[in-house]
């Protein structure tokens, strides 16, 4: 048994500033599982919040975690799964016993079903779609006749719709009589004949209203409903700009058929601005830490080879340039120094960029102003450093030449740096290619090429 798997003692806890699982915490688990003692594994799983349990079955090994789920057993949440990472929670589902699954998921309201099969394999989403009652399954099959990544897919089936015609203590005295309440929502959406909704009320107005207040007089102001088949990022980003707290979902019909509510959006929220990340270091959106050697090799390769050929293209600069190189050794010391800082200030429009896209604050109303102020940024910077670059040279290699050579590079780079880094991600986007994912490696390949051409051209020129 190793030394990490031992206990501590009872009275040791956490760091109550931390968001993380102490280390002791997770060893005492862990020595639990060792031991095969089940009534202390619940015993320190029972305080910790599903998406802590989640979190520590997704850093510890895959030979640890079987165990543990198998051990836990019938304590299993079903809102566990639900936090954990899809490749982490296809494996665990293979591993919970059938009686375990179906309990745990029968607690799962259908949107968080929804999110927990739509990504598996055949034969997992038919194992959990069968042990669901007839009416929680045909919600679920509904959800999943949407797109992928849609509001459809995004929406929970549980409503409180009322007519619109209704009073306040109407209202109250019909949720009062329901014993299938969802356990959180914060509107009552009012609907018309045609199961339409037109509006919806706060709990909070509606419980601070008398009851022979007419509903359709206390209706909140931002009140907009989203088609099944809108893309869920459309979604977070309505949610996130005009500070919705929930929202109804339609059919083509406009007929109420769900709502989405702020968790959901903003967890969707979340994902996009991660993805956005990973994709600018050309890591895929699904790589976890959690992943196998051979999964992250193949997610990691094509970026790579990419890389590869840009690097090429640079070197073929350079090889045009080998008589000068030859001549003026110091070329071959200060050409990283210009092609390091145009990357550095490529990627830092870049990310400014591809960011403003994706809250959609980067529009054709303001574009061409962003371009011009990345150019700007980039000149007044590129004369500064050209300026610190032009005494470095002359001071280190005793040439002015040189200097003034490597300084009018330097501007020339780092304001061809700024443009491509704000062009390459519009252009991009316009042309339906996602910025995030391919803009590094252009911007790259643009900042070395113009750098190593601008100084070895100058150096040509200036120098023999």
């Known amino acids: 048994m190793s030394e990490e798997n031992q206990p501590v003692e009872e009275n040791e806890r956490p760091e109550e500033d931390s968001y993380t699982i102490d280390r002791k915490v997770i060893a005492s688990i862990l020595y639990a599982v060792d031991t095969d003692d089940r009534d202390k594994l619940v015993e320190l799983m029972e305080p910790l919040h599903a998406a802590d349990i989640a979190d520590l079955l997704e850093q510890i090994n895959a030979y640890d975690r079987r165990r543990l789920v198998l051990l836990y057993d019938k304590e299993f949440d079903g809102e566990i799964l639900s936090e954990l990472g899809d490749s982490i929670r296809e494996e665990i589902i293979s591993i919970l016993k059938p009686d375990v699954l179906a309990e745990a998921v029968r607690e799962l309201d259908s949107d968080d079903v929804v999110d ?125 700009q005009y500070h919705l707290i929930s929202a109804p979902v339609v059919d083509d019909d406009e007929r109420l058929v769900g709502v989405i509510t702020i968790d959901d959006a903003m967890i969707v929220l979340d994902e996009e601005h991660d993805e956005d990340i990973l994709r600018l270091a050309g890591v895929s959106e699904e790589s976890s830490l959690s992943d196998r050697i051979y999964e992250t090799t193949k997610r990691r390769f094509p970026w790579l080879a990419v890389n590869l050929v840009t690097a090429i293209l640079a070197s073929l600069v350079i090889a045009q340039f080998e008589a000068t190189i030859a001549q003026f050794v110091a070329l071959a010391v200060l050409m990283p120094i210009v092609a390091s800082m145009g990357g550095n200030a490529g990627t830092q429009s870049l990310t400014v960029a591809v960011r403003s896209i994706a809250t959609k604050d980067l529009t054709g109303a303001n574009v061409w102003r962003v371009i011009w102020r990345e150019g700007a940024v980039g000149l007044i910077n590129g004369v500064i450093f050209a300026v610190v670059m032009g005494i470095v040279g002359i001071i280190w290699f005793g040439s002015p030449a040189l200097g003034a050579v490597i300084g009018m590079a330097m501007v020339i780079n780092l304001v061809i740096a700024g443009l491509a880094g704000t062009v390459i991600p519009v252009v991009l986007d316009r042309v339906g290619v996602d910025p995030a994912l391919a803009s590094g490696a252009f911007v790259t390949t643009v900042t070395d090429i113009v750098g190593f051409f601008a100084f070895l051209g100058l150096a040509g020129v200036v120098l023999l």
């Open 116 to 240: 927990l099969v739509e990504y598996l394999e055949d034969d997992q989403q038919t194992a959990i779609l069968d042990v669901l009652e007839d009416s929680d399954r045909v919600a679920v099959e509904q959800a999943l006749s949407f797109p992928e990544e849609s509001a459809g897919r995004l929406m929970q089936r549980e409503v409180v719709a009322v007519p619109e015609f209704w009073n306040v203590g109407q209202a109250i005295d019909y949720m009062r009589e329901r014993d299938d309440l969802p356990e959180q929502f914060y509107h009552v959406i009012l609907t018309d004949p045609r199961f339409k909704p037109v509006a919806h009320v706060t709990l909070g107005m509606l419980m601070a209203s008398p009851r022979r207040t007419p509903l359709s007089e206390i209706t909140e102001p931002s009140f907009r409903t989203f088609n099944g088949s809108v893309d869920e990022g459309d979604v977070a980003y309505a949610f996130n």
